[in-house]
């Protein structure tokens, strides 16, 4: 008998018995998620924009960056979606929280078109599972605004909606159908349905171990979402905290794993926020939602100082004063999770107090989606480049979602070591992103005294060990600086003037210095112009650069 004969057995042993499981888990929900009512509402902690309520009265539909206006008596949910994102955003639903008790009657109409309309007897982007998960959410969030004045009809069908989006995701992820992030998302939705609509403790318990399970394998030790983007650990907060807000309006308990999780991620955040309460940009962050932020941070329990190292997820903290550096200093996230992760490794960010200054370009707005991919790459970041090549490839993976980029041969040794003095603070960083195709390992020091008036760095080029040099090439070390900065060239380096006046001096020994245009994707407005600062040179093992910021009298 052949191994090809024996693995296409297996095969389809396998996805008969992926079938039976799904039937079975099937059958047990229909049984048990058959709620006739619900007990309580979570809390809507997402910002709400009366601007955006206008808009959906006035019959336009704004989401990532398309929009499409539905006329009086037309289907909302049978035109033609301008994409696919715009569609996954339309019937997520979370764009019903804009509308007020006023609205009751508006939201009905929306929910009754969507109920009439869509069918889901077929796969499609109204049954994928982070979509199902999103609408529960929303469902639940809203549901005192959509029941407000209902007859007995449309309280059964939205019950019955409830029980039908709930079933699916027990069953997906029973049958370990949803992968990556979103079984957290369609775990907390489950659960969050659970406890609303009191389904009983034998699916509540199911569903707080399905959470608890993906929150120890995708929540590291110190707070951040294995993808290392923080957004995601913000989204997921967004998420967690209405849930524990239930359970304890149920008097449950909500179980030690989920609530040591939200405590560690709190202070991530805090960790990675500037001066101006925006966070870095780092791995797929990008504009910062300051009220959705502010809004998560509130809930904390016990704020105090923000935590200065995250070794597991990969961040450093410089602070002094109004001085404030956060660091990328870890490998890329395990490739699953990578799809929005950045080739920026021991790249930094810089601010005084409110005022940014050395930024990374930052992910886009969805308007420009096409820029996402230069995002990614290393030389969107303030950090050092060999020969224009990335530390990490940004590319297609097999076994993975189709026309996703993955993150792929990254570093794999990332070294951080901290120290401090009486009158300074440090860190040394090395990377081996360049090992494998130019021998060479990226080192970098960065020094802040301790009074703010001083922070410098030192870029080196080390030869791996029985390596050589493989390839010629030479380095650029790019600083990007925030659009309200600007750069002047002087007799001594670069004059650095802030919006609130502040002035700097940027000085360099070792590399030929420029000043060029750059971009910041990071916008509400969209991409905006910048300056950056280049530091160029033949790359050799030699390669020794010292650069600096010097605070000047106001």
């Known amino acids: 008998m052949s191994s090809g004969y024996l693995n296409g057995s297996d095969a389809l042993k396998g996805r008969i018995m992926r079938r039976l499981r799904a039937l079975y888990h099937s059958l047990r929900a229909r049984a048990i998620l058959t709620p006739k009512r619900l007990w309580v509402a979570p809390p809507q902690i997402y910002a709400i924009d009366s601007t955006i309520a206008d808009e959906i009265r006035a019959g336009y539909f704004s989401f990532n960056g398309k929009s499409l ?40 109409d929306f929910l009754n078109d969507f109920f009439n309309t869509t069918r889901f007897d077929r796969i499609d982007i109204a049954n994928e599972p982070a979509v199902v998960a999103c609408r529960l959410l929303a469902f639940l969030s809203q549901s005192p605004i959509i029941l407000s004045g209902c007859d007995t009809k449309f309280y059964d069908a939205f019950m019955q909606a409830l029980a039908r989006e709930a079933r699916f995701l027990w069953c997906m992820l029973n049958a370990r159908q949803v992968y990556g992030s979103d079984r957290i998302s369609c775990a907390i939705a489950l659960l969050e349905f659970a406890a609303c609509a009191d389904t009983g403790a034998a699916i509540v318990q199911r569903a707080q171990q399905m959470l608890a399970d993906e929150l120890n394998r995708q929540i590291t030790s110190d707070g951040a979402h294995i993808s290392r983007n923080t957004q995601a650990t913000l989204n997921l907060l967004l998420d967690l905290l209405p849930l524990r807000q239930v359970f304890a309006a149920r008097g449950l308990p909500l179980g030690e794993t989920i609530s040591r999780a939200i405590d560690r991620m709190m202070p991530f955040l805090r960790m990675m926020q500037h001066g101006d309460g925006s966070v870095a940009l780092f791995n797929g962050s990008g504009e910062t939602a300051l009220g959705q932020l502010a809004s998560v941070l509130a809930y904390e329990d016990t704020r105090g100082v923000a935590p200065l190292n995250a070794p597991y997820a990969g961040y450093q903290r410089l602070e002094a004063h109004e001085a404030l550096i956060l660091i990328d200093a870890g490998a890329p996230p395990p490739i699953e999770f990578s799809a929005h992760a950045h080739a920026g490794c021991l790249s930094f960010e810089f601010s005084l107090g409110v005022e940014r ?29 060999l020969d224009d090549r990335s530390s990490a490839r940004i590319d297609f993976a097999p076994n993975l979602i189709v026309g996703e980029k993955y993150l792929i041969d990254g570093p794999n040794i990332v070294t951080v070591e901290r120290t401090k003095s009486d009158d300074h603070i440090s860190i040394a960083l090395t990377h081996d992103g360049y090992v494998r195709e130019f021998g060479l390992i990226h ?31 030479d380095f650029v070390i790019r600083f990007i600086f925030h659009p309200r900065v600007t750069l002047t060239l002087s007799p001594h380096g670069v004059d650095i003037l802030l919006a609130n006046g502040q002035k700097l001096l940027f000085e360099t020994i070792g590399a030929a210095l420029e000043i060029k245009e750059s971009v910041f994707l990071a916008s509400p407005a969209g991409a905006r112009r910048c300056q950056q600062i280049l530091l160029k040179g033949a790359a050799t093992e030699q390669t020794d650069v010292s650069w600096s910021f010097q605070l000047l009298e106001h």
């Open 69 to 108: 206006r539905v006329r009086d008596g037309e289907s909302l949910f049978l035109q033609a979606a301008p994409g696919p994102d715009w569609q996954r955003a339309l019937l997520g639903f979370s764009w019903i929280r804009h509308l007020r008790v006023n609205d009751s009657a508006l939201s009905q």
């Open 357 to 385: 200054i050395v930024v990374n370009s930052g992910s886009p707005s969805a308007q420009q989606y096409n820029l996402r991919d230069l995002a990614r790459e290393t030389s969107a970041h303030s950090t050092l480049m």
């Open 443 to 473: 080192s970098r020091a960065l020094m802040l005294k301790k009074d703010a008036t001083f922070f410098a760095g030192r870029d080196r080029l080390i030869l791996a060990n029985n390596e050589l040099i493989r390839r010629k090439s």
